[in-house]
Each structure stands twice: as C-alpha cells, then as structure tokens.
C-alpha cells in the first residue's frame, strides 16, 4: 500500500492554515466592530454560555465551541 505521506502532511497542514486564518478574522471583525477586547469578564461569560446554547441541534458542537475558544483566546491574548 503506497501512501502519499507529502500529500497528506501538506492537506493537514493547509487545513490548520485555513482554520487559523477564520479566527484571526472573525478576532479581527469582532475587535473592530465590537470592540470585543474591551468587554467585562462576566459579559465575556454570558457571550459564552449564549453561544453554547446555540449549539444544542449544531451538527459538530464540539468544533464550533473549539472555534469560539481559538477566537476568544486571540481576543483575549493581544
């Protein structure tokens, strides 16, 4: 069995590259729009706990709370 061993390491990797750059411009967006690095610690939480309530009947819940956490995180990290 031949395994393309390039092919496959260069998909993950442009499958990690397009991930990161959805959250730096949903970071971006959020932070120009919103002003999202200026909000409090409990709006923050709220903002999270509504999120996740979206979630209920989301096909990959798992996946979308991880993206929150990577913007959230980026938001945050500045």
Do not use: C, M
């Amino acid at each position: 069995e031949a395994a393309d061993w390039h092919g496959q390491q260069r998909a993950q990797r442009e499958r990690i590259e397009f991930y990161d750059k959805r959250v730096g411009e949903a970071a971006e967006r959020l932070l120009s729009e919103f002003k999202a690095g200026e909000l409090s610690a409990d709006l923050s939480q709220q903002f999270k706990l509504h999120y996740v309530g979206l979630l209920i009947n989301h096909h990959q819940p798992e996946l979308a709370e991880t993206f929150f956490n990577s913007v959230t995180t980026k938001i945050l990290h500045r």
